[in-house]
């Protein structure tokens, strides 16, 4: 594997931004450590396994949260890439060209969800496995609730690259006003929900505020950010609005809740809004720093080999943890699990655990990397009808959300999963011509046909 990166990142054209590249496979890093060093699994004194929380145990852990929360700087690198790939799109499409967003939107869902389906396929096939074998359905849920989270994301971003075209156009037309509307409508959103009570609006918040950051990429993108002092000031202004309405104000220092808390996350808020932008002006503070760094060839490696199975360590990363976590409970007799997070000991042991869970997830990405590499052309290179292309994308949002947030677990069916939750990605990536259900079709459609001509 390293020595394919290498010959990758010695093919890199001179004009390829590298700190695009290095910030995509650093924020995913910060997740993967940030859910690693969070999650505290621990047996308490009566002998029980209990699921704990840091944030919940260590007020000072909630700080943490600014330097691990990084999907603000996610999105700020899906724009710049999305707008990179738009502005290709529409440069090479004739005039009058039909299909050209379609196309193009269902190749990048392609890309994003095809490393999806061997993880969902294989915890609702050990959901089905452990609950006919009588476990108990609260334990599979919470393993399965555990290994499934990162699934979320997925959905909102794709609704975000989704809506590329319009904020392109938006930003090529109104430049930073495009931006700057978001933070009204963020606003107006927190106030109804938290002033008005209004339900669910807050909801509209994953749209406002990862959209704005998606815009930023844009600009990022077209130079603006060129000025290092202009940069700066960007951190400085977020920073400053961040702590005026989280130490000062009410919403909670942390952007990751603890169970039973205000959310910053889920869904965003005016203070993660905050967060991302004080987080854009910073790394695009550092990029000049950046880029002469990743002039070093193993450096440059290292970011390329990363890059080249991100989606594989972003969604296995839980999986890894929970066998971990169930290998020393069921077979170790909870060796190592009786320190409670938050304690000295629990600190001094985490070096040891981060490598157990590497260790663990190298094997698995070295079997299901390959699926980020696995896409082909959409219906054998033909448009898909509109229609298709917004029920399949609907179809994996929602599944794909649902996955997140009910689970793919069932208290009371006989299977023991909810099959409607499960089938709902693999069902919409049919309908847009790709993935496991729709290859099933094509290969009988083609045993069929080869048939006949016999």
Request: hydrophobic share 55%; aromatic share 14%; glycine share 8%.
């Amino acid at each position: 594997m390293w020595r394919k990166a290498r010959e990758l990142a010695q093919m890199t054209p001179p004009e390829r931004n590298r700190w695009v590249d290095f910030l995509r496979a650093l924020s995913i890093m910060a997740v993967v450590c940030g859910h690693w060093l969070m999650a505290g699994v621990y047996v308490d004194a009566a002998g029980e396994l209990q699921r704990g929380d840091l944030l919940s145990v260590s007020t000072w852990a909630h700080w943490l949260t600014w330097a691990f929360q990084v999907m603000p700087v996610f999105f700020l690198v899906g724009g710049y890439s999305n707008g990179v790939s738009w502005d290709a799109t529409l440069r090479k499409a004739e005039p009058g060209q039909i299909g050209k967003y379609r196309d193009w939107f269902a190749s990048r869902v392609q890309r994003l969800i095809n490393p999806i389906f061997p993880l969902l396929m294989l915890w609702a096939v050990l959901a089905v496995i452990l609950t006919q074998a009588g476990f108990p359905r609260e334990q599979i849920r919470m393993a399965t609730e555990a290994a499934l989270i990162p699934v979320w994301f997925l959905a909102v971003y794709l609704l975000v690259t989704g809506c590329t075209p319009l904020t392109f156009w938006a930003w090529k037309r109104f430049g930073w006003a495009s931006f700057a509307w978001f933070i009204p409508a963020a606003v107006l959103t927190d106030w109804l929900t938290f002033t008005a009570q209004v339900p669910y609006v807050n909801f509209t918040n994953f749209l406002w505020v990862f959209l704005a950051l998606h815009q930023l990429g844009f600009a990022w993108r077209d130079g603006k950010f060129d000025n290092r002092l202009f940069a700066l000031g960007w951190f400085a202004v977020g920073l400053a609005v961040l702590i005026s309405i989280t130490v000062y104000g009410f919403y909670p220092v942390s952007m990751v809740s603890p169970p039973g808390e205000l959310s910053n996350s889920l869904p965003p808020t005016l203070a993660l809004f905050a967060l991302g932008v004080a987080q854009v002006g910073l790394v695009l503070a550092l990029e000049p720093w950046g880029r002469k760094m990743l002039d070093n060839l193993n450096i440059w490696t290292a970011t390329v080999l990363m890059n080249g199975m991100i989606m594989t360590v972003y969604l296995w990363h839980l999986t890894a943890f929970v066998l971990v976590m169930t290998v020393c409970w069921t077979l170790l007799g909870g060796v190592g699990l009786d320190q409670v997070p938050g304690s000295p000991t629990w600190w001094a042991s985490r070096p040891l655990w981060f490598l157990v869970y590497i260790v663990v997830l190298l094997p698995m990405i070295a079997v299901f990397a390959r699926h980020e590499r696995s896409f082909g052309p959409i219906r054998g290179g033909r448009t898909v009808p509109k229609a298709r292309v917004v029920a399949g994308v609907l179809l994996i949002c929602v599944g794909l959300a649902a996955t997140a947030g009910v689970t793919i677990t069932s208290p009371d069916s006989l299977s023991g999963i909810r099959a409607s939750v499960v089938a709902a990605p693999f069902v919409g990536a049919a309908l847009m011509g790709f993935g496991p259900i729709y290859n099933m079709i094509v290969r009988r459609r083609e045993k069929r046909d080869a048939a006949r001509r016999q």
